[in-house]
């Protein structure tokens, strides 16, 4: 089965840290650029990151850009998403998804795939 596997969200306090991660199985990751998105209760799905294929590019929303690093592994057919400074605001279900490209300046482009179930990230004290 083809998917993408979310996970690493938890509860934390304001200024803490998370690393998520996003594993596929049934396919070999290493063709795709991956996007990190988030949804908080409320509020519409929202791109935080993305990764291309090789890591030569990377994109970051502005709310995120400075606190967070995407990073993969294609050995371990895994991308990351290393949260840090984390304010209750970052508080949302966190997905990724396949795309076919990652842009600099404006994230992914051509996503494919279904979503996962996420994983939930709590900021909270």
């Known amino acids: 089965q083809v998917q993408l596997v979310e996970s690493g969200g938890g509860l934390v306090q304001p200024g803490g840290s998370l690393r998520l991660s996003c594993t596929a199985s049934?396919?070999?990751?290493?063709?795709?650029?991956i996007g990190w998105f988030r949804q908080a209760p409320g509020k519409e799905r929202e791109e935080v990151s993305c990764?291309?294929?090789?890591?030569?590019?990377?994109y970051y929303a502005d709310s995120v850009k400075g606190r967070f690093t995407v990073s993969r592994d294609n050995a371990k057919n895994t991308v990351y998403l290393q949260m840090n400074s984390l304010k209750p605001e970052d508080t949302a279900v966190y997905y990724c998804?396949?795309?076919?490209?990652?842009?600099?300046?404006?994230?992914?482009?051509?996503?494919?795939?279904?979503w996962g179930q996420g994983t939930q990230v709590t900021v909270s004290s």
């Open positions: 049934g396919f070999s990751a290493d063709y795709s650029a």
């Open positions: 998804k396949r795309a076919s490209r990652c842009r600099p300046g404006t994230g992914v482009a051509g996503t494919f795939g279904d």
């Open positions: 990764i291309s294929s090789s890591s030569t590019s990377t």
